[in-house]
Each structure stands twice: as structure tokens, then as C-alpha cells.
Antibody, heavy 123, light 112 residues
Framework: QVQLVQSGSELKKPGASVKVSCKAS????????MNWVRQAPGQGLEWMGW????????TYAQGFTGRFVFSLDTSVSTAYLQISSLKAEDTAVYYC????????????????WGQGTLVTVSS | QSVLTQPPSVSGAPGQRVTISCTGS?????????VHWYQQLPGTAPKLLIY???NRPSGVPDRFSGSKSGTSASLAITGLQAEDEADYYC????????????FGGGTKLTVL
């Protein structure tokens, strides 16, 4: 079955970096774009951006430029999110989600989602 | 502040019908972009509930239905069950500079 499995929880100090992985299985990895979504504690979902799994070209939403980097290793069907210069406000659950669509590329949805990776930034 | 507006909370008794609204604007829902809905049970990842305004993925009960009109969309849940207690999010595409894909702020459904 189609599945996204993310790496485990991380506890980091302010200023450090973290790299979250998202391993896909059950489908052709390069046939679907991969998105990243943030959920701060007690808050809603926030779209961070996406990466074209064919070209590796990333697109970042406003507020997620500079310290956030999306990357791929297509040989192991895995997408990565790296966050540098971590701040306390980066504390959140980060989800990867596969993008699918049927009637126009912009009309798509996210399915499935990874189980989420909790990144805690604290001194 | 989310581009798509949802009520923070709704509630209903078991067996009742509830609706959750998702209000957008001319740059997203009103521009003709589809609306999708997700259910997030406590402590779990979001799960696709409705796609393309009104379509249910395999395995989603027909108690859940979606509709869209003008700049708004709605999720209806009939025959409310205790296990429906969750957060619900709408999602669409926004063509303005604010971003690409956008979510509503989420609605907490409480089953009384």
C-alpha cells in the first residue's frame, strides 16, 4: 500500500540544524510531487512548500525561505526537510504528504500523509 | 490568520447532522479551485476525507459529504458518531501572492 514513513522525533538546541526524512513506498516516487506541512503545538496546518520529485526543484511558501531546504534521494525514494539555525518557534510537527490531482495541476490534494515528525527546539 | 475561514468549533449529539463551512475568496474557492477536506483524529496525522469538492476516497463512509458554491464550501456529517470527534481542515489553491496551496484554520468537532 502507498505509505510515507518519517524519521523519529528530534530534540535540538537553538541554532542547531535538523534533517527530517520521509520514505515513500508502494508507488513510483518520481510520479508524484512531495509537500511539507507544519503544525505548531495546538495550531492548524500550514503549507510549507513542495518539491518536484522528477527535477528536484523546490518551491517554498512565504515564511519558509532561507532556513528551510527540501531535497531528495530518489535512489531510496526519500524526501528530506532540513531546517537550519533552529529557533524555539520552529517547534512543531512536520508532515510530508504526497500530492495528487485529477483536473488541473492546481486542483490537487494531499494523500497520504506521513505520520509526522516532532521537532522540539529548546535550550 | 488563514486564507480559508472555518468556524473554530462545532458540536452535535450522536446521530445528528453537523456542517462545517469553509469560506474563501475570489483568488481561491471563488476562482473555481477545488476544495478538499481532511480529518485529523487526536494525536494522528491528517487523513484525506473529501477530494474534488464532493468525492470520497475508498473507505470513507458515505456519512461524510462535501459541497461547494461560490466562494464557500461545506462538509456535512450525518449520523454523528463518537469516533467522528476530531479536527477538520479544508484545503484549496490560492492564486494570490500569499502562497499556493492553503488550509483553513481548522474546526474542532465535539460529539456531545
Amino acid at each position: 500500500q502507498v505509505q510515507l514513513v518519517q524519521s523519529g522525533s528530534e530534540l535540538k538546541k537553538p541554532g542547531a540544524s535538523v534533517k527530517v526524512s520521509c520514505k515513500a513506498s508502494g508507488y513510483t516516487f518520481t510520479s508524484y510531487a512531495m509537500n511539507w506541512v507544519r503544525q505548531a503545538p495546538g495550531q492548524g496546518l500550514e503549507w510549507m512548500g513542495w518539491i518536484n520529485t522528477n527535477t528536484g526543484n523546490p518551491t517554498y511558501a512565504q515564511g519558509f525561505t532561507g532556513r528551510f531546504v527540501f531535497s531528495l534521494d530518489t535512489s531510496v525514494s526519500t524526501a528530506y526537510l532540513q531546517i537550519s539555525s533552529l529557533k524555539a518557534e520552529d517547534t512543531a510537527v512536520y508532515y510530508c504528504a504526497r500530492y495528487d490531482f485529477w483536473s488541473g495541476y492546481s486542483n490537487g490534494w494531499f494523500d497520504p500523509w506521513g505520520q509526522g515528525t516532532l521537532v522540539t527546539v529548546s535550550s | 490568520q488563514s486564507v480559508l475561514t472555518q468556524p473554530p468549533s462545532v458540536s452535535g449529539a450522536p446521530g445528528q447532522r453537523v456542517t462545517i463551512s469553509c469560506t474563501g475568496s475570489s483568488s481561491n474557492i471563488g476562482a473555481g479551485y477545488d476544495v478538499h477536506w481532511y480529518q485529523q483524529l487526536p494525536g494522528t496525522a491528517p487523513k484525506l476525507l473529501i477530494y474534488g469538492n464532493s468525492n470520497r476516497p475508498s473507505g470513507v463512509p458515505d456519512r461524510f459529504s462535501g459541497s461547494k458554491s461560490g466562494t464557500s464550501a461545506s462538509l456535512a456529517i450525518t449520523g454523528l458518531q463518537a469516533e467522528d470527534e476530531a479536527d477538520y481542515y479544508c484545503q484549496s489553491y490560492d492564486s494570490s501572492l500569499s502562497g499556493n496551496w492553503v488550509f483553513g484554520g481548522g474546526t474542532k468537532l465535539t460529539v456531545l
